[in-house]
């Protein structure tokens, strides 16, 4: 199948790498000194568990012309990027189109690309399980057995037989998801407390797993984000968690507590802009549940201020 991955950073990267593996035509979109040092070594990923490199050959394209024509475009990228390259997607003649990543909105999304695209254009929503981290033009790749969680907004999925063909001889789990949105939405909770702790931090991770206060702060905002979503209405996916961080606790604060001690801790994949994007989005829903959230409100303010410090250090 000819594929499109649209980004070229720790995920877009060995999502790339799996599709070749898998026996498909893959071209992957990166620009300035990314797509020079992919054209020049190739697809480059050091296999963290595994302990071995792989390096794949793909084509590398730095724009997407509007006449191209894939069989899927995988855009992989932070959420604050998913704006800009919804009017080049919608241009571009290519029918089936998933966006991988954090996606509170994506039902707005898929809304901004279709109202601009031709009638057979569909969306989807995925996430991809793997972390990792660059280092000296190669992938350090983290992997969960490599999967990605997947659904459409709107009843079945609606381009299946496409995506399993891809994934055929592909070491890779694809996880349908009856509602993804939900489970977009659920997932950036804890993403949110645990970024923006590692971030305030300096991502001084033995320290965090000592602070036993800031872990029970953790597990009490995680708390606090759950009732958010569901004063206003969300279904949080998978409803397992919520049990976890209210009745077990102790189970949690251990688990944190041996997570913040691993190697894996460096290999979460998140920027500044990001999270602060990601706690805009979670404010309107705070607004609209009228609940108090004093551990969420002391974590986000902690972030927001450690992320103004960092703006003024540069200017």
Do not use: C
């Amino acid at each position: 199948m000819k594929i499109l991955v649209y980004g070229a950073g720790v995920l877009g990267s060995y999502l790339a790498h799996v599709l070749v593996q898998g026996g498909n035509d893959v071209t992957v979109l990166a620009r300035g000194s990314r797509a020079e040092e992919l054209s020049e070594h190739g697809l480059v990923i050091r296999h963290y568990f595994q302990r071995k490199t792989t390096v794949d050959k793909v084509k590398i394209i730095q724009a997407l012309p509007a006449d191209d024509s894939y069989d899927l475009i995988f855009v992989v990228m932070k959420y604050n990027n998913f704006p800009s390259v919804l009017p080049i997607l919608a241009k571009n003649k290519s029918s089936h189109i998933v966006f991988v990543g954090n996606n509170p909105t994506a039902s707005t999304t898929e809304q901004e690309l279709l109202e601009n695209s031709l009638p057979d254009k569909k969306a989807a929503f995925g996430f991809q399980l793997s972390g990792g981290r660059r280092e000296k033009g190669r992938m350090i790749s983290v992997r969960g057995g490599g999967q990605m969680v997947l659904g459409s907004l709107n009843g079945p999925f609606p381009f299946k037989d496409l995506i399993d063909k891809a994934f055929a001889d592909a070491k890779y789990k694809i996880d349908y998801h009856e509602d993804i949105d939900a489970w977009l939405k659920s997932h950036i909770v804890f993403i949110l407390v645990l970024s923006s702790v590692s971030y305030v931090q300096d991502n001084q991770f033995k320290q965090i797993a000592k602070d036993k206060k800031l872990l029970l702060q953790m597990i009490a905002a995680v708390d606090e984000g759950f009732k958010v979503m569901e004063a206003i209405g969300y279904t949080i996916t998978p409803a397992s968690q919520v049990d976890y961080f209210r009745r077990k606790r102790q189970l949690v604060y251990f688990f944190l507590k041996i997570y913040h001690r691993l190697p894996v801790a460096k290999m979460i994949d998140s920027s500044f802009v990001e999270i602060a994007l990601l706690h805009k989005a979670f404010d309107v829903w705070k607004q609209q549940a009228h609940i108090a959230t004093p551990n969420w409100n002391e974590l986000e303010e902690a972030f927001l201020a450690k992320m103004e410090g960092k703006a003024n250090e540069r200017r």
